[in-house]
């Protein structure tokens, strides 16, 4: 035993702190005195100082190296007390920072301790080493206990995991995040190495063969355990940080049966990194099974699968790269033995190996380019045949595939030339996708064989081992993906997280709002999967054939730039754009992500390993998806390009998919966290990187665990640790004597008068908010110092006393030895001294006073013996009296008891009809209850089918009404876009006007000019030439428009359809919106139904309160009467006995009898007297029963009337049920009813969502065909510049109208301008299209009409020809116009240049201003939160004198109540006397009756002298005894039944004084005890009121002194509000001037501010609908549970219904047994007496007389005595 005990020490020391070095009252001390806190250090993240100084905004510290600084306050954190070192749960920390956490995990890991909790956290930090804390031992150590009995460990979570799917039938998940290199995938193992040890599935017993074949396959928990290793083979591979890291995720799910056992598996994986298998980076290998199967396999699998050394590949860009304590041979046998136990058959296991082989041959085919064009070709094709032999396929047509793939252009297939870049993309994505097949293929495989079992699992486990959240200097799509399910997995973890807190408080009973944590990472997840996320705009993306990385940014950039967790970076970095997730900001760059989100293929190739003649190949390429990179190949025509054609999906579609899956299964679970933590980069044991650790807690979402416990309240305490540990600080408040934990904490909290924010009392607990226990432990340290000082001066004090006296008895005896040393030395050569001490032995006169006082002592002792013998006598002489008037006594009571039991009899006969109807009765009753509890049940599986049903219909009706929200803010966005357009127009239509005015005066000019250009006529010719040139190219133009101009038309006709489509769906919609107002008006009647037939539930259960309290009261009375039986009994068998001895007595006496033969006359005449008085007795008898059965009688009319009563109750409490199962039967069927009309509404829904995706569709074609014609009008635009050009040129002549055509042309651009705004708008707003369609009109109208303008200008030119000459002289005039002008811009540019110098002088200062406001705005916050803080205490200090108030007028209510309870008490006891003088006098009565028995004793006795005397004669007379000898024996009879009815009545009455004798006795007892306590309880009572007064006003005077600190601190304090708001005033008026210098900067600022409070408006408004549908479904969430409740209630009613009249019918039953028992008994006296009178017997022995009666007298002596 000893040597496990070590072995467990020895394995527990990693796992359980020493608590003995932890609490160090040293350390508690130096924690006290320096003031310790944490500050912020660039190497070890925190260091430890004490605080030196402190002001307002500035602490010094000084640090353990003994360097001083100063810091200011917001940069230090508190340190919580020595106490809480090495914390199991760092919830419980009472300082919850970042500094704590990162000391309670560093201090943990140096200890060797490496799991710890942090709320629903279990933290792991990697050793590096491996620990002996995963045996067997160990996992029965963690098996069935819970969580908080042992120490964190991964197997505590998992088995609470275990424990609770068991118990609760909840599926469970268990989820593994963090680093790569954390240790995920070893604590995964761990997990499933658990469960497989404690969830073995049941052993197997059959036939040899069938376990032979079992033993092949493999235990389902072995292949469990085995599966794991394959993964790693296929799926992991070394990096920079881990030697096994797993470049993919899984989510194994473990089914188990009913009982608890495994059933079966399956395992989902997620992003596999397929890349790793074609490159790798410095320092780094590929996957596991590429190294392990080239140095593992034998020579004849290496001929066989074409292997070749590592260093041959080109695919391995590392070579060998071997791990060290790795073995890949040893790694390879393993996993073969893997696959064989998991049922791999030696042609799959080949197929694989073939496929791996291919797959790093893929690498190795060497391309080259062709010089004159743009072929690649493939010089030698050995490596293409090898290829081609794994994967079964021809050589000369894959090589054909890879180099000349077909495209297929129209009808026609075109083979395509390949660039050598384009041939090697193809080549490894096919090896990348063949891999990444064969891992599919495999994980089904294995899941395939675990699952092997028919039937489904009862519930499940699932184990995620994901990726944690990523954050490198350039993050690229991969990492988006899992930052985005760690988003995900985050927003649950925070749900869950508080939604357990929520229920920890809701069961201790804690008023709490719950707060959902989870929003605060939505705004993130729907930048990244929502609608216009960056997800959906990246796939939107791969669909357009000319979009480019480029162009997914611009366009992400121009959709979330207001964003506020999208950040566009700065142009110098390489990241593209950066977004906010709640682990920090992460910079990601989109290089190559449409390739990556498409994944593109080769058609040839794909359809070529699909017809391989391989089957494994087939298999694996069968369900490709194939987004063939020849399907991107686009031809152009003169129309644009034409658009690929077929849909696929996207790597990120697919992705959606199975996270939304997963994220489904885990909300249906209940999850369980388990962070993965990597102390370094390095890979040593024993050493933190505290940065990186903090970096990582921050991602793993540890940190923001404790932001949300902060919230709450983290620390909490059980009653009895919280008594024990801070009495200390409340003495004399819990008084002496039992007290309940509750109250004694309560009392306790009160007087340490914390503030009631800080604290809740629960049911079990106390909670607290962080940084309380840390002020009581303080509090605690200085209490103890100060006891122990008081200690150690009374200690001291004490020993010094006892010191002092010591010595002066010291002092005092030796001044006595000296005085007696004195008088010797002076008497002993005295004479006479020594002559008396000679004498003195030999006088004898000293002993005889010693004789006297000896014969005085036995005087003495005579004399007190006399004493006592006469007391003695006495007593005894008193006893004898006392026995007497007992007899007495007892006589009187038993004639009593014998009436009692007459009526006994009658009330049992009574009771047993009763009994019977009882008894039908609650069979009766216990049916209905049974069909009621029936009923029951089915009305709340309806209701909870109702309850489903109505969650679901709001949940839609929420996505409606956000989607309709949507569409409103779209809309008025739109229509603010609209307003903004027609202004624009108006401001283009005045230009127009302007130039229709200004082309007049033209005219007028070119006619006055017309007849000076006759000269120009012959260049006129020529720009008519060049005209009919222009004309013919316009009527090209005109005709290309009017076809653009129909497809508009057309456009316009799929609009208007659509608009048409449109209405009709929102008025289905309206519609649908009536109809489900009508059924929640419906749903609100039926709540109201129920509800009434609630409160009838309720008056019913009132009734059957009543029934249930007139059952107890009979069965109260059927107790009693049962007491009566039992005490009727024992008389009956003291009857009995006494019976039987005077049978025996008789007996004798019949044998005497029959010796003597001799009668007289004399006893014929006493016999004769004896028949007369049996006579009498008789008559006496039969009186007795008459009376006794007229008591049966009516005593059993009352009975029946209550009973009747009784059934008269139930009759009603019939009808009301009935009336009820009416009622429910209605609502069912009204329920049914609106089940189908929301499953129709569902379907009506569905339908239209159908519509609107088709609509959808739709418009994107037309969309893009929009497009098209814009791109087209782009053109036409081009070749209008070009022709004005021309015209330019033709025209430089004529520079006076130059200005002027510059001019026009001018309004042209600037209108072109406005198009291309436009059409930018268009483009960005792709939503509002349908809108904006009108306007596009309106544009091409206004194009048309310029057109025409500028021809009619060109007509013109004509005519201005002959004008030339004026035009020169306004040429001249406009040349001076012009230098003029020319100097103006100059200075214009130069004024520019010093604006722009000034604006960035401006610039500077505004940053500098904006970090100024910075910190100002820190501070004030800091302040403000200073003021809070004091607000909150006053209000406190002001609650606080309100608690006393209350505690007053409290304390005078108690003082009340205790005066009523007293004088309750007073009348109790005056109740209980009267009751004692009832019960006397009842005594007295008994006495009197026993008096009269005694009486009738005596002449008894008379009567039996008598006939001894004459039994005397007859002896005598032995000669006459032979003629009346009959006449003797009758006589003999007679006075044997005499005798026998005498002695039966004296055994009566003895019994009933004794009954009467021990009920005075309990009377008396009872009276004392009542008195007693009485008494005690009232001293307890002024007791306890003296302490709470004494208290109150100890209180009291604490309040009043706290009261004149809170005085001057709150002056202290208004003081410091002043200050401070006296220097706030100065910074705005410093900034207020900063803020007048750039009213352009405040106009924009303003601008913005007006956007965003319109969108603050709106998010407010939206907020608001939400939280009204909150609230509305909170409602329902309460009517709920308040029915639940009731129902609870009912079925407790009826359970307690059940157990009372079980109770009643087994107490019936014992009732029943007893009475039947009686009445045989009864019957068998009663026979006995009626019974004939036996024959005589002959003689066999004789008895005198005499010695009969002394020895019945002896025997009655006896009892007496006794």
Avoid at 199 to 207: L, Y
Avoid at 368 to 380: F, G, M, V, Y
Avoid at 963 to 978: F, N, P, T, W, Y
Avoid at 1181 to 1186: A, F, N, Q, R
Wanted: negative net charge.
């Amino acid at each position: 035993m000893s040597t496990s005990d070590e072995n467990d020490s020895g394995l527990l020391r990693y796992l359980v702190v020493d608590r003995n070095v932890v609490n160090d009252p040293r350390d508690q001390n130096e924690w006290t005195q320096k003031r310790l806190v944490w500050v912020p250090s660039a190497e070890s993240g925190f260091v430890a100082g004490g605080i030196k100084s402190e002001t307002v905004d500035e602490v010094t510290v000084e640090l353990e190296s003994g360097k001083v600084l100063t810091l200011p306050r917001d940069d230090i954190q508190k340190m919580n007390p020595p106490k809480f070192d090495k914390a199991e749960d760092m919830a419980d920390l009472t300082c919850l920072n970042e500094a704590s956490v990162l000391h309670n995990i560093k201090d943990r890991y140096y200890s060797g301790l490496i799991y710890t909790y942090s709320g629903l956290f279990c933290v792991v930090v990697n050793p590096y080493k491996k620990l002996p804390i995963y045996t067997e031992p160990i996992m029965d150590l963690y098996k069935g206990k819970k969580r908080h009995e042992i120490p964190p460990h991964v197997f505590a979570i998992t088995d609470n995991a275990y424990r609770s799917m068991l118990q609760e039938r909840e599926d469970q998940s268990i989820l593994c995040t963090g680093e790569s290199g954390a240790g995920k995938t070893e604590n995964t193992k761990k997990v499933i190495q658990y469960l497989a040890y404690v969830a073995a599935s049941k052993p197997k017993f059959g036939v040899a063969g069938q376990t032979q074949q079992h033993q092949s396959s493999g235990e389902l928990e072995q292949q469990l355990l085995q599966a794991n290793p394959i993964l790693e083979a296929f799926g992991n591979a070394k990096t920079v940080k881990n030697d096994n890291s797993s470049r993919f995720g899984k989510f194994i799910r473990i089914n188990f049966d009913t009982s608890g056992y495994i059933a079966g598996a399956n395992i989902e994986t997620y992003l596999l990194e397929k890349s790793r298998a074609i490159r790798q980076a410095k320092d780094e290998r590929s996957f596991h099974i590429f190294y392990q199967l080239l140095s593992g396999s034998t020579e004849q699998s290496k001929k066989e699968h074409l292997l070749e050394p590592p260093t041959s590949y080109q695919f391995l860009t590392n070579g060998p790269q071997p791990i060290t304590g790795l073995d890949d041979k040893t790694e390879f046998n393993c996993t073969l033995n893997s696959m064989k136990i998991m049922g791999l058959q030696a042609e799959d296991l080949s197929s694989i190996f073939r496929i791996v082989s291919a797959v790093l041959h893929f690498g190795n085919m060497e391309f080259k380019q062709e010089r004159n064009s743009d072929q690649a070709t493939l010089p030698d094709n050995t490596v293409a045949q090898k290829v081609a032999h794994l994967l079964g396929v021809n050589v000369s047509e894959m090589v054909k595939a890879f180099l000349k793939p077909k495209i297929k252009v129209g009808r026609d297939h075109v083979t395509k030339a390949q660039t050598k870049e384009q041939v090697e993309f193809i080549v490894e994505a096919t090896a990348k996708a063949t891999y990444e097949r064969l891992f599919r293929w495999l994980v089904n495989r294995i899941n395939r064989s675990l699952d092997r079992s028919k039937r489904q699992g009862a519930s499940f486990i699932g184990i995620l081992d994901i990726a944690g959240f990523e954050i490198f200097e350039l993050n690229s799509f991969e990492q988006l993906c899992i930052n985005y399910t760690n988003e995900k997995l985050q927003q649950l973890f925070n749900h869950t997280m508080f939604v357990l807190e929520q229920e920890e408080y809701s069961k201790e009973g804690i008023d709490w709002k719950f707060i959902d944590f989870g929003l605060d990472l939505q705004p993130t997840i729907d930048l990244i999967e929502k609608p216009m996320g960056v997800l959906a705009l990246l796939d939107e993306e791969c669909f357009f054939p000319k979009a480019t990385d480029k162009s997914f940014v611009e366009k992400l950039t121009a959709a979330h730039t207001t964003h506020p967790k999208f950040f566009k970076t700065d142009f110098r970095g390489q990241a593209d754009f950066a977004i906010l997730h709640y682990a920090g900001k992460v910079d990601y760059s989109a290089n190559q992500w449409l390739m990556k989100n498409m994944d593109p293929l080769n058609e040839n190739v794909v359809q070529l390993l699909q017809t391989s003649g391989d089957a494994f190949v087939c298999t694996i390429w069968k369900d490709a998806e194939i987004v063939g990179l020849a399907q991107q190949a686009l031809s152009d025509t003169q129309f644009g390009s034409r658009t690929r054609k077929g849909m696929f999906r996207t790597v990120s579609q697919l992705y959606k998919e199975q996270l939304s899956k997963l994220m489904v299964t885990l909300r249906n679970t209940n999850p369980n966290f388990v962070r993965c933590i990597i102390p370094n980069h390095e890979k040593r044991s024993g050493k933190i990187d505290a940065p990186l650790v903090l970096d990582q807690l921050r991602c793993n979402g540890v940190l923001e665990g404790i932001r949300i416990c902060r919230q709450g309240f983290p620390n909490r305490i059980p009653f009895q640790e919280f008594r024990q540990r801070y009495e200390l600080l409340t003495p004399n408040v819990i008084p002496k004597g039992f007290m309940d934990g509750k109250i004694a904490c309560e009392k306790m909290v009160a007087s340490l008068d914390l503030d009631p924010n800080l604290y809740r009392i629960g049911q079990s607990k106390l909670f607290f908010r962080a940084g309380v226990l840390a002020h009581l432990e303080e509090e605690r340290d200085f209490k103890m110092s100060d006891l122990i000082i008081n200690l150690q001066s009374y200690c001291r004090g004490l020993l010094a006393r006892r010191m002092y006296s010591k010595r002066v008895q010291q002092l005092n005896a030796i001044r006595i030895i000296q005085r007696n040393c004195s008088a010797y030395l002076k008497l002993r050569n005295w004479q006479w001294w020594r002559l008396y001490t000679k004498v003195k032995p030999l006088l004898n006169v000293t002993n005889a006073d010693n004789e006297l006082l000896q014969k005085q002592q036995e005087l003495n002792r005579i004399k007190e013996d006399l004493h006592s013998e006469c007391k003695m006598r006495e007593e005894i002489e008193a006893k004898l009296s006392q026995t007497v008037d007992e007899k007495s006594m007892l006589a009187e009571q038993l004639q009593a008891e014998t009436e009692l039991c007459a009526e006994a009899e009658e009330m049992r006969a009574r009771l047993a009809s009763k009994k019977q109807e009882l008894e039908e009765i609650l069979h009766d009753m216990e049916a209905r209850i049974e069909e009621e509890e029936e009923r029951v049940v089915a009305i709340n599986n309806d209701k909870k089918k109702l309850q489903l049903n109505i969650q679901d219909l709001e949940e839609q009706l929420e996505e409606e009404e956000a989607a309709r929200q949507k569409v409103q803010l779209e809309k008025a966005q739109i229509e603010s876009k609209l307003k903004k357009i027609e202004e624009e127009f108006s401001i283009i239509d005045d230009t127009n006007s302007k130039l229709v005015k200004e082309k007049k005066i033209f005219e007028e000019k070119n006619n006055d000019l017309s007849v000076a250009l006759a000269e120009e006529e012959e260049k006129s010719k020529h720009l008519q030439k060049l005209k009919a040139k222009q004309e013919s190219t316009i009527n090209e133009l005109e005709e290309r428009f009017k076809k653009e101009q129909s497809l508009r038309s057309e456009m316009e006709r799929n609009k208007r359809k659509l608009d048409g489509e449109l209405a009709d769906i929102r008025e289905q919609l309206n519609e649908k919106k009536n109809v489900l107002e009508e059924l929640q008006v419906v749903i609100n009647k039926k709540e109201e139904e129920l509800n009434s037939s609630l409160i009838k539930l309720d008056e019913e259960a009132s009734l059957r309160q009543g029934v249930m309290k007139q059952i107890r009261e009979l069965e109260s009375q059927l107790t009693e009467l049962s007491e009566d039986l039992d005490s009727e009994k024992l008389a009956r068998a003291k009857a009995e006995k006494s019976r039987r001895e005077l049978t025996e007595e008789l007996e004798l006496l019949r044998s005497e009898l029959l010796d003597t033969l001799d009668t007289t006359a004399v006893q014929h005449e006493l016999r004769t007297k004896r028949e007369q008085e049996l006579a009498q007795l008789k008559k006496c008898l039969e009186d007795d029963t008459k009376s006794n059965e007229n008591n049966l009688q009516e005593l059993r009319h009352k009975y029946g009337q209550e009973i009747n009563a009784l059934q008269e109750q139930l009759e009603g409490v019939k009808k009301s049920k009935t009336a009820l199962e009416k009622t429910k039967t209605s609502l069912e069927s009204e329920n049914i009813d609106l089940a189908n009309e929301l499953k129709g509404l569902n379907n009506g829904k569905v339908e239209l969502e159908k519509k609107r995706k088709a609509q959808e569709n739709q418009l994107a074609e037309l969309l893009n065909k929009y497009e098209n014609s814009e791109r087209r009008c782009s053109e036409y635009q081009e070749k209008l510049t070009k022709m004005s050009a021309e015209l330019e040129q033709v025209n430089s002549l004529m520079e006076d109208l130059e200005s002027r055509a510059n001019n026009n042309s001018k309004a042209n651009v600037q209108a072109e301008e406005r198009v291309s705004e436009l059409q930018q708008l268009l483009e960005e707003e792709t939503k509002a299209k349908l809108v904006l369609n009108n306007l596009v009109k309106k544009m091409e109208s206004e194009k048309s009409e310029l057109m025409d303008s500028l021809e009619e200008e060109e007509e013109r030119r004509i005519s201005v020809e002959s004008k030339f000459q004026e035009a020169l002289k306004s040429i001249e005039q406009n040349k001076k116009k012009s230098d003029e002008d020319a100097d103006f811009i100059n200075n214009l540019e130069a004024i520019i240049k010093k604006l722009k110098a000034d604006n960035e002088e401006l610039t500077n200062n505004n940053n500098e201003l904006l970090s100024n406001k910075s910190k100002l705005e820190k501070s004030k916050k800091k302040l403000q939160q200073e003021l809070d803080d004091s607000i909150l205490e006053m209000n406190a200090q002001k609650a606080k004198i309100g608690d006393l108030e209350k505690k007053q007028r409290n304390f005078d209510k108690v003082l009340n109540e205790e005066k009523l309870i007293s004088d309750k008490l007073l009348a109790d006891k005056e109740s209980a006397e009267r009751d004692a003088r009832e019960k006397e006098t009842k005594l007295m009565n008994l006495v009197r009756n026993l008096e009269e028995k005694s009486i009738q004793l005596e002449e008894v006795e008379r009567v039996k002298r008598n006939l001894q005397n004459e039994l005397d004669e007859l002896v005598n007379s032995q000669g006459h005894a032979d003629k009346n000898y009959h006449e003797l024996e009758k006589a003999k009879r007679s006075l044997e039944s005499l005798i026998q009815e005498q002695k039966t009545q004296l055994e009566e009455l003895e019994d009933e004084l004794q009954l009467a004798e021990d009920a005075k006795l309990r009377l008396e007892v009872n009276y004392q005890a009542l008195k007693s306590n009485h008494e005690r309880d009232l001293r307890d009572k002024e007791d306890q009121n003296e302490d709470k007064r004494k208290t109150l006003l100890k209180q009291i005077k604490e309040l009043e002194v706290e009261l004149e600190d809170e005085r001057k601190q709150r002056t202290a304090a208004v003081n410091s509000k002043k200050k401070i708001e006296i220097e706030y005033e100065q910074v705005l008026s410093t900034v207020d001037s900063f803020n007048r210098n750039k009213d352009d900067y405040l106009k924009q600022v303003k601008k913005l501010q007006k956007k965003i409070k319109e969108i603050t408006i709106q998010v407010d408004d939206e907020r608001r609908i939400g939280e009204n549908y909150k609230e509305h479904v909170e409602k329902l969430n309460t009517r709920v549970k308040s029915l639940k409740r009731q129902l609870d209630e009912a079925e407790e009613e009826i359970s307690k219904e059940k157990s009372v009249k079980r109770k009643a019918q087994r107490e019936l039953e014992d009732l029943q047994e007893s009475y039947d028992v009686v009445m045989r008994e009864v019957q068998g006296l009663r026979r006995r007496g009626q019974s004939a009178v036996p024959t005589p017997r002959k003689p066999r022995g004789s008895l005198p007389l005499d010695e009969i009666s002394v020895g019945g007298a002896g025997d009655d002596v006896g009892e007496e005595a006794d």
